[in-house]
């Protein structure tokens, strides 16, 4: 053994040019990506370089060989990862081997030997790195998820407030008694001995006080003012920052506006401002001197900073629903312009037939005249009435006289209303429906126009026949009843499928264009939804949904 | 006898001035759409035209422009159910504007004066 590590000791020594080239030729025959993964990514070369420093290079001496292989034993050299050292080991015994061709049996024993241990060494290394750095991960995890924790308890504290005052402007659409309200809930919830809330008037620079509630309420006159930039409240409008006067029977800034407040010894003031301006101020009194801290200002910011939020909203509602009635009024202005043309189009039309054949009927009452006449002008005069119950429905529409139906019968009951002498334009109607399809509560009459407004649209998309094809399902967990009803028309271009719902639109010459809109309000009006579905290859799905009667009941 | 085309997707009217003007006399041809007359006017030119306004497809106004590209001396009175339409410049080339009424004796007159060269 002795003479084996000597023999290795001298050739890595004597052989170091020799080993060093026989590496390179190895490396040169490894995949390169394969290397610098071993190498945790460092050049092949470098790490021999590196490996030579530690076991050529350094070694001077015997003594220094017998350190550097007790230091591989013990597991204190670690400067490769375990594969990459494993693998260079390998190929250095390879080459070594070769060397040491007489006493191959010693010189593989103890390259084995120091294979399994430094093979051994990393393997506990790498697992105690990993336990060690997974501890750590799990520790920086548990520490980020109390911070967490902490932040979404903060958070959940400041949404209950910002709630409570959400729903307060929101259960009221008075601006006046959304602040009443505000002002009694700090004033109860904190117990404060007096609350005042104070808007600026822009134009005379004055603040006045919107809203108060504690000891003072019966005081203050209605309508109390005070000037910016006087007493407390004035210099918070004025500096845009809170006053916290713990002392204020011995504050300068103080104005008493009546004896009693001669009891407040404390006072704390609130700006309320957005990002660019102050909008009024929170004032909050306290008989004790010293009655206030820091929490206090800073739960007050916080309110105040929603106070800004409910009233920059308010504002911002006001304004879109100004907005809004200018868009609405000048649609319907357009509406009303489309309107006329339709309209004057859909009577005149008519009006001109009945008339033009009941003249040529006083010139020449002839049998067959008589014949065609008398049809053309009954069904003239429908086309009329359905104009005016069209207009009348979508300007005001019915109330609804809901009673339970059965779907498919008053479906198929419509179909032949409509579908009459439709036969023979070779249209083929099927219709599909669970069985156990509860009754649905519609209006029959109502919901009847819906359908014979959808199935005429479905109808004259096939002028030339096609396929009507009704299926009413009962979906698994959703709380409507669908009916859709689909034809094998050409569809609906994809240019016109953000008007068809509009009202006046219509692709056709004759009819109000309000089929589809009454259609839709009527269904709206059940608490259903109507919608569509088109494809250029395949005709058009109307679908309309319909509150489910047995989920309704679970509401 | 003189030959009219008439040109209106209604239906009963046009059934009911077909009925009419060939009471008074004319060869009375009906197309109830824009592009049926265009090719009809190709074909077989009439000595008129009474053309709709609002049809499906292409309209009235849009056909007026193709049909006097084809034949600008082709008489056309526009016959519609909507006044404004006059504003429209587009309408100007028309022989006659007649806004439709039960009453035919506008459209008849405003007929008789293009035929007879005396423009209404």
């Known amino acids: 053994m002795k003479n084996t590590e000597q023999n290795l000791y001298h050739v890595l020594t004597t052989q170091r040019a020799s080993l060093l080239s026989e590496w390179q030729r190895l490396v040169r025959h490894t995949s390169v990506l394969q290397l610098r993964e071993d190498f945790d990514g460092r050049a092949p070369d470098d790490v021999l370089e590196e490996f030579f420093d530690l076991i050529v290079t350094q070694i001077t001496t015997k003594q220094e060989y017998h350190l550097l292989r007790q230091r591989i034993f013990s597991g204190e050299i670690n400067a490769f990862s375990p594969d990459a050292a494993c693998r260079l080991l390998i190929a250095l015994k390879k080459t070594v081997l070769k060397h040491l061709k007489n006493s191959t049996h010693n010189a593989e024993a103890i390259f084995d030997e120091i294979l399994l241990r430094i093979s051994a060494y990393y393997h506990e290394m790498r697992y105690r790195n990993l336990a060690q750095s997974q501890s750590q991960n799990l520790r920086q995890r548990n520490i980020e998820i109390a911070r967490l924790l902490a932040v979404e308890k903060q958070r959940a504290a400041h949404l209950t407030t910002n709630n409570r005052i959400a729903q307060m402007a929101l259960s009221t659409l008075d601006p006046d008694e959304i602040f009443r309200r505000i002002v009694h809930e700090v004033q109860q919830s904190f117990n404060y001995q007096h609350v005042s809330l104070y808007f600026v008037e822009t134009h005379s620079n004055q603040m006045i006080m919107k809203a108060r509630a504690g000891v003072y309420e019966k005081h203050f006159p209605e309508g109390y003012r005070q000037n910016v930039g006087e007493g407390i409240v004035g210099h918070v409008v004025a500096s845009g920052n809170p006053i916290m006067a713990n002392d204020v029977g011995n504050d300068p800034r103080r104005i008493i506006a009546f004896p009693q407040e001669k009891n407040t010894r404390a006072e704390l003031c609130v700006p309320i401002k957005t990002a660019d301006r102050v909008l009024g101020a929170l004032d909050v009194l306290s008989r004790k001197k010293n009655g206030f801290n820091w929490t206090d200002v800073q739960s007050l910011t916080v309110l105040t900073d929603q106070l800004a939020w409910v009233i920059h909203n308010a504002h911002l509602f006001q304004e879109t629903r100004e907005l809004q009635d200018e868009l609405v009024q000048s649609e319907r202005l357009s509406v009303i312009g489309e309107m006329s043309a339709r309209i004057a189009h859909e009577i005149r039309n008519p009006l001109a037939t009945i008339g033009g054949f009941a003249r040529s009927l006083q010139r020449a009452p002839t049998p067959d005249r008589i014949d065609t006449a008398s049809r053309i002008i009954s069904c003239e005069v429908t086309r009329l009435e359905e104009l005016l119950t069209d207009i009348l429905n979508y300007t005001r529409p019915r109330e609804l006289e809901l009673e339970p139906v059965n779907l498919p019968d008053l479906i198929t009951d419509v179909y032949h209303q409509v579908g009459e002498g439709l036969e023979d334009r070779g249209i083929a109607y099927r219709q599909n429906a669970p069985s156990d399809l509860p009754e649905t509560p519609v209006d029959p009459a109502q919901f009847k126009q819906v359908l014979i407004n959808v199935f005429k649209n479905a109808f004259q998309a096939m002028p030339n026949g096609g396929k009507l094809h009704v299926h009413i399902r009962k979906k698994e967990n959703q709380p409507h009843i669908e009916i859709e009803i689909r034809d094998t028309g050409p569809g609906i271009p994809a240019e016109i499928q953000d008007e068809i719902f509009k009202p006046y639109f219509t692709t056709k010459t004759t009819g109000t264009g309000l089929g589809l809109v009454i259609s839709k309000q009527i269904v709206e009006r059940h608490g259903g939804t109507l919608s569509f579905a088109s494809h250029s290859d395949s005709g058009t799905s109307i679908f309309i949904h319909l509150p489910d009667p047995s989920s309704r009941k679970t509401l | ?120």
């Open chain 2, 1 to 120: 006898m003189k030959n009219i085309l008439i040109a209106d997707d209604d239906q009963n009217l046009a059934l009911l001035y077909e009925q009419e003007l060939t009471d008074e006399g004319y060869r009375v041809d009906v197309v109830h759409d824009a592009q049926t007359a265009i090719e009809r006017i190709k074909e077989n030119p009439p000595d008129l035209l009474i053309l709709d306004i609002r049809m499906p497809g292409m309209d009235g106004i849009e056909a007026l422009n193709h049909i006097l590209g084809i034949n600008n001396q082709l008489p056309v009175i526009l016959n519609t159910a909507y006044s404004n339409h006059k504003d429209n410049y587009l309408t100007w080339s028309a022989n006659a504007y007649v806004v439709k009424s039960s009453d035919l004796s506008k459209l008849k007159t405003a007929i008789n004066d293009v035929l007879t060269g005396e423009r209404s």
